[in-house]
């Protein structure tokens, strides 16, 4: 949906140019949200609530099942390409 990798993004480290432009930021940080609650996970620790601001409001729907992976990915990058 964003025409690079957020994976190989993250992979290769975020300089300050990329955290600065929403259209990059946002996905990185929506990635790193994701990625916090799965190593989160595989410790056995589970939300019972989630609570997100901005992009976070993203992450927090689908680790409460409320939008599917596809959907949250989708929105993610609509959202940061009007922000941007």
């Keep these: 949906h964003l025409g690079w990798s957020v994976a190989r ?7 300050a140019e990329a955290v600065a432009d929403t259209t990059r930021a946002q996905p990185l940080l929506y990635a ?3 990625g916090i609650v799965a190593a989160l996970a595989e410790q056995g620790i589970r939300p019972t609530l989630v609570l997100g601001h901005s992009v976070g409001e993203v992450a927090a729907a689908q680790v409460a099942g409320l939008l599917s992976p596809a959907g949250a990915a989708r929105l993610v990058a609509q959202r940061s390409r009007h922000q941007g």
């Design 9 to 15: 993004a993250l992979r290769a480290g975020a300089s």
């Design 32 to 34: 790193t949200q994701l």
